[in-house]
């Protein structure tokens, strides 16, 4: 064979095996609808993506070109973010209104095209809109590419579990009225598996998620936390799990009898089932972590996990069967969440490194918590002494603009848009864990803060008493952020940093600032574009618990955000 054949049959391979390392393009259309749903004998309107609750699944691979077309066919105006999606160069597909885009209005449509880079495991989708997440929420499913395989056991079966929260009310009444007063929100009236509540509550038995397994097999599941304002613990009764992946991230495998999960956190595990028929169905139960001083939904959410009956006679019916619960932590159980979360490593092989950054160019100090804002003459406010709740970041609670500030900082027109002064530090410094200070009022604005392109960025996140102390689930778009270090109390600028974990810290795009305490977290700014942080607890969100960074071009041609695709809804 000449060499010109050789060579040509090479170039021919070399060209299939970019192209197959290049990914397919995935289309996908996303309808919002509303439709009439019943859960615990309460029937109401409910928005949602094709009329299906909890939405489709996007499923694709690593390196996959993604094409949603989402149309709205309903009077809210809607966005999708897509929860943890580098979006690396296509923030204008991130999502969040006000932020990256203005919304999608009615008889609209928008089309959302990014590319799942280095990234493989569990995310989610969801509305970015006030509440609408409640309903209008799925999974993202990211397969490895072809031919590449787990880092760990080939499960028999993989299947998704996405908690969420059902209200009797639409979710938009209840934080329309909570704004309006000034007071706590009415909370959820159960907690969801895969949008059925499951049998602890009323009128609920029919609706009840059942997870079949077979005797001796190795399922994947996973998990997802869309509720809007909980944090979950998780356990099913009789087994153990294997920890293998969060946010799409591998981790150092360990296994676990309770889980611990933040809104917006997912969550791959492998459960190895039973190697006989049990004779006993189990109960997977979750319930809420909570450690603030205001009301919370504390009920109780149960699957069945069921094993195949065996054909034999000689087993009873699996009704007759004895079925065993879950014992989960106390609701308030801070030690085990700082012991669960404190277990998880990043894996930081050779194929997928933890590329924590070392040096530190620009280090911030933030404190989130609660607090209030005045109440409007002439009115009477449900807050604390009559004043309205607010939540914040370093004292200032974050105003969404009236546009959005990626097309607002593209085009160079922030002026009356948003301010490139936020606070490196709290404002006013005083013990974030002891006594709060008298003055518990909040400022207003819309600040952000700038970064150089590839600027590497320490973060510590310091909760406050103000209002009591609580955990608050942050999540940073378009980055992966390591978390370096955790504690309880105050932060201590010149001990702490000598015990962070530089080598396998946890990879995460959302983590839970402990309920009076701090977390450390370090990450590159690498992706150009306006990038929103916020807690993950909806109500702290709405309150003003929300800040952006924005990341400036970096020098060559392939670290610039592109300009703005032509069907980008307009304001």
């Given at each position: 064979m000449s060499f010109q054949n050789q060579l040509f049959i090479f170039c021919t391979l070399l060209l299939g095996f970019l192209k197959l390392a290049e990914g397919k393009t995935r289309h996908y259309t996303f309808h919002i609808d509303?439709?009439?749903?019943?859960?615990?004998?309460?029937?109401?309107?409910?928005?949602?993506?094709n009329k299906?609750?909890?939405?489709?699944?996007?499923?694709?691979?690593?390196?996959?070109?993604?094409?949603?077309?989402?149309?709205?066919?309903?009077?809210?105006?809607?966005?999708?973010?897509w929860h943890g999606v580098r979006q690396l160069r296509t923030g204008w597909a991130d999502g969040p209104a006000y932020v990256t885009q203005c919304p999608i209005q009615t008889n609209q449509s928008y089309t959302y095209n990014f590319t799942l880079t280095g990234q493989r495991g569990t995310l989610l989708w969801h509305a970015h809109v006030s509440w609408l997440r409640s309903s209008i929420h799925g999974p993202i499913i990211i397969l490895p590419k072809r031919n590449e395989s787990y880092p760990f056991e080939k499960p028999s079966k993989e299947v998704p579990i996405?908690?969420?929260?059902?209200?009797?009310?639409?979710?938009?009444?209840?934080?329309?009225?909570?704004?309006?007063?000034?007071?706590?929100?009415?909370?959820?009236?159960?907690?969801?598996?895969?949008?059925?509540?499951?049998?602890?509550?009323?009128?609920?038995?029919?609706?009840?998620?059942?997870?079949?397994?077979?005797?001796?097999?190795?399922?994947?599941?996973r998990l997802?936390?869309?509720?809007?304002?909980?944090?979950?613990?998780?356990?099913?009764?009789?087994?153990?799990?294997?920890?293998?992946?969060?946010?799409?991230?591998?981790?150092?495998?360990?296994?676990?009898?309770?889980?611990?999960?933040?809104?917006?956190?997912?969550?791959?595990?492998?459960?190895?089932t039973k190697t006989d028929f049990p004779n006993s169905t189990f109960l997977m139960a979750a319930w809420p972590y909570f450690t603030g001083m205001g009301t919370f939904d504390n009920s109780t959410v149960a699957g069945i996990l069921e094993y195949e009956h065996p054909k034999s006679s000689n087993y009873p019916p699996?009704?007759?069967l004895p079925q065993y619960k879950p014992t989960l932590p106390p609701m308030n159980s801070t030690g085990f969440v700082a012991k669960f979360t404190g277990q998880l490593r990043s894996l930081a092989s050779a194929k997928f490194p933890a590329n924590v950054p070392q040096k530190v160019d620009r280090k911030f100090f933030f404190t989130v918590g609660l607090g209030t804002?005045?109440?409007?003459?002439?009115?009477?406010?449900?807050?604390?002494?009559?004043?309205?709740?607010?939540?914040?970041?370093?004292?200032?609670?974050?105003?969404?603009?009236?546009?959005?500030?990626l097309q607002a900082h593209f085009f160079g027109q922030s002026n009356g848009v948003y301010t490139t002064d936020f606070p490196t530090n709290p404002p006013v410094q005083f013990n974030y864990t002891g006594t709060p200070p008298n003055n518990t009022m909040v400022t207003n604005g819309t600040k952000t803060v700038v970064l150089a392109y590839n600027t590497s960025v320490e973060l510590v996140m310091q909760d406050t008493s103000i209002l009591g102390t609580e955990s608050h689930a942050l999540h940073l778009h378009g980055f992966n952020f390591f978390v370096v270090g955790q504690g309880s109390g105050n932060y201590n600028p010149n001990k702490d940093p000598t015990k962070f974990n530089l080598?396998?810290?946890?990879?995460?795009?959302?983590?839970?600032?402990?309920?009076g305490g701090w977390v450390a977290i370090r990450f590159l700014a690498d992706n150009p574009g306006v990038w929103f942080m916020h807690c993950h607890l909806d109500v702290h969100t709405s309150w003003g618990l929300k800040m952006a960074w924005i990341v400036l071009d970096g020098p060559q041609p392939n670290q610039k955000l592109p300009p703005p695709p032509s069907d980008l809804p307009k304001c």
């Amino acid at each position: 064979m000449s060499f010109q054949n050789q060579l040509f049959i090479f170039c021919t391979l070399l060209l299939g095996f970019l192209k197959l390392a290049e990914g397919k393009t995935r289309h996908y259309t996303f309808h919002i609808d509303s439709h009439n749903m019943t859960r615990l004998c309460h029937t109401r309107s409910v928005l949602s993506v094709n009329k299906q609750y909890p939405g489709p699944p996007l499923v694709a691979r690593e390196g996959d070109n993604i094409l949603v077309k989402v149309v709205n066919h309903v009077a809210a105006n809607v966005t999708i973010h897509w929860h943890g999606v580098r979006q690396l160069r296509t923030g204008w597909a991130d999502g969040p209104a006000y932020v990256t885009q203005c919304p999608i209005q009615t008889n609209q449509s928008y089309t959302y095209n990014f590319t799942l880079t280095g990234q493989r495991g569990t995310l989610l989708w969801h509305a970015h809109v006030s509440w609408l997440r409640s309903s209008i929420h799925g999974p993202i499913i990211i397969l490895p590419k072809r031919n590449e395989s787990y880092p760990f056991e080939k499960p028999s079966k993989e299947v998704p579990i996405i908690f969420g929260e059902w209200f009797n009310v639409d979710p938009e009444a209840v934080i329309a009225q909570a704004l309006q007063s000034g007071g706590g929100p009415n909370v959820s009236d159960a907690y969801t598996i895969n949008g059925l509540p499951g049998p602890l509550y009323n009128c609920s038995s029919k609706d009840t998620f059942k997870l079949k397994v077979k005797p001796g097999k190795t399922y994947l599941l996973r998990l997802i936390n869309a509720a809007l304002n909980d944090e979950l613990f998780f356990s099913i009764a009789n087994h153990t799990v294997t920890v293998v992946e969060v946010d799409a991230v591998y981790t150092k495998p360990f296994s676990a009898g309770c889980l611990h999960l933040t809104p917006g956190q997912t969550m791959n595990v492998l459960l190895k089932t039973k190697t006989d028929f049990p004779n006993s169905t189990f109960l997977m139960a979750a319930w809420p972590y909570f450690t603030g001083m205001g009301t919370f939904d504390n009920s109780t959410v149960a699957g069945i996990l069921e094993y195949e009956h065996p054909k034999s006679s000689n087993y009873p019916p699996l009704k007759k069967l004895p079925q065993y619960k879950p014992t989960l932590p106390p609701m308030n159980s801070t030690g085990f969440v700082a012991k669960f979360t404190g277990q998880l490593r990043s894996l930081a092989s050779a194929k997928f490194p933890a590329n924590v950054p070392q040096k530190v160019d620009r280090k911030f100090f933030f404190t989130v918590g609660l607090g209030t804002s005045p109440c409007p003459k002439n009115t009477t406010c449900q807050g604390p002494n009559g004043t309205k709740f607010a939540a914040s970041v370093n004292n200032i609670s974050f105003v969404l603009p009236s546009v959005a500030l990626l097309q607002a900082h593209f085009f160079g027109q922030s002026n009356g848009v948003y301010t490139t002064d936020f606070p490196t530090n709290p404002p006013v410094q005083f013990n974030y864990t002891g006594t709060p200070p008298n003055n518990t009022m909040v400022t207003n604005g819309t600040k952000t803060v700038v970064l150089a392109y590839n600027t590497s960025v320490e973060l510590v996140m310091q909760d406050t008493s103000i209002l009591g102390t609580e955990s608050h689930a942050l999540h940073l778009h378009g980055f992966n952020f390591f978390v370096v270090g955790q504690g309880s109390g105050n932060y201590n600028p010149n001990k702490d940093p000598t015990k962070f974990n530089l080598v396998d810290p946890i990879e995460r795009n959302t983590f839970g600032v402990p309920s009076g305490g701090w977390v450390a977290i370090r990450f590159l700014a690498d992706n150009p574009g306006v990038w929103f942080m916020h807690c993950h607890l909806d109500v702290h969100t709405s309150w003003g618990l929300k800040m952006a960074w924005i990341v400036l071009d970096g020098p060559q041609p392939n670290q610039k955000l592109p300009p703005p695709p032509s069907d980008l809804p307009k304001c």
